[in-house]
């Protein structure tokens, strides 16, 4: 069986695939339609983030057996007709859930205690202790939406404090001893914190708006280190504003590209005949850049050291449980 690579990865991939018997083949810089006027040729395919696979490629993919996605969700790939095809998918959530965890807690952390503020300010030699007074998670109660590989890993995470913790998910029965599976509307009553772990659907899409946002009882802290365009910006902003969200922590925005490998380019052209051309800044994303009360990464929840070879072995062993 031969495997296209049309993304990079840790080296363990190819090399025990390799072990297994499997021709590996890479193709990091063609275009999608360079890839689909070869992929006949190909029996799996393995991929990040790089392009979307729609019914056009899968088409055109006349052997395809799999597809591994190295990562948590498979939103850019036409599931239903890939599975209509008979092609077997692949995604590997258990290899950064740990790493997800571990970044959505730290996010809170920092936000209840103004550490990133704080550290901004000791290096301006600005020395505001009660401006930076913060809170204790211990007695709050936090709200999960969504509860599979990510949601769980938080909450493991959550195990050492005082907290309370709830979580909505679309699926029945998924609360465990960790985490207790309540409505929404009980959710939206009793949660002082929200977290999103929910993947990029058609039910998820916009999911955070004015409309969700205050159905909250309390005024809440935003936690995002699931998929980005779950939340309307402006919406975001406006609550900020207003203080229905007291402040959010974002490891993903709206306003990424499909790839998660870029955002948009907000530097000064070079030249004054590229100024026409230049992406505008949204305003919302210009408040949340000033804003003492968000903290932003860029879509590294779950990229560490340890998750990149995590990832790629999951994908290996699911290749191998599935065709050996």
Same mark, same amino acid.
């Given at each position: ?9 840790? @080296? ?22 360079? #890839? ?82 704080? $550290?901004?300010? #000791? ?69 002082? &914190?929200?977290?999103?772990?929910? @993947? ?7 999911? #955070? ?22 939340? &309307? ?35 000064? @052209? ?34 560490? #050291? ?10 290996? $062993? ?7």
């Amino acid at each position: 069986m031969k495997i296209l690579h049309l993304d990079k990865n840790h @080296p363990l991939l190819i090399n025990q695939l390799n072990d297994l018997g499997f021709t590996n083949d890479i193709d990091y810089t063609s275009s999608k339609v360079e #890839v689909e006027s070869k992929i006949s040729d190909y029996d799996g395919i393995i991929i990040r983030s790089r392009f979307t696979i729609d019914q056009q490629f899968l088409n055109a993919a006349k052997n395809l057996k799999f597809i591994g996605r190295v990562g948590a969700g498979l939103e850019n790939i036409d599931c239903d007709y890939a599975e209509q095809k008979g092609i077997y998918l692949i995604s590997a959530p258990e290899g950064n859930r740990n790493a997800v965890g571990e970044h959505a807690l730290g996010m809170l952390l920092s936000l209840f205690n103004k550490l990133n503020k704080a $550290d901004n300010e #000791v290096k301006q030699g600005k020395w505001q202790r009660e401006a930076n007074r913060g809170l204790e998670l211990d007695g709050k109660t936090v709200g999960l939406i969504g509860y599979g590989n990510m949601g769980k890993a938080f909450t493991k995470k959550l195990k050492g404090f005082d907290v309370e913790v709830l979580c909505y998910d679309i699926k029945a029965n998924v609360g465990d001893g960790n985490c207790k599976q309540v409505s929404l509307e009980e959710l939206q009553e009793k949660a002082d &914190v929200l977290s999103l772990h929910t @993947p990029q659907t058609h039910l998820t899409l916009n999911m #955070v708006n004015t409309e969700f946002i205050n159905r909250f009882k309390k005024p809440f802290w935003l936690i995002n280190t699931a998929r980005g365009k779950s939340v &309307v910006t402006e919406d975001l902003v406006l609550a900020l504003e207003n203080g229905k969200i007291l402040g959010a922590a974002l490891d993903v925005l709206e306003y990424e590209k499909s790839s998660f490998e870029d955002l948009f380019k907000i530097e000064e @052209p070079k030249f004054r005949w590229m100024r026409k051309r230049k992406t505008k800044v949204p305003e919302a994303f210009q408040y949340l850049i000033n804003a003492d009360n968000v903290l932003l990464t860029p879509h590294v929840a779950g990229w560490t #050291v340890e998750s990149k070879e995590k990832l790629a072995q999951t994908i290996v $062993d699911k290749i191998k449980a599935k065709f050996f």
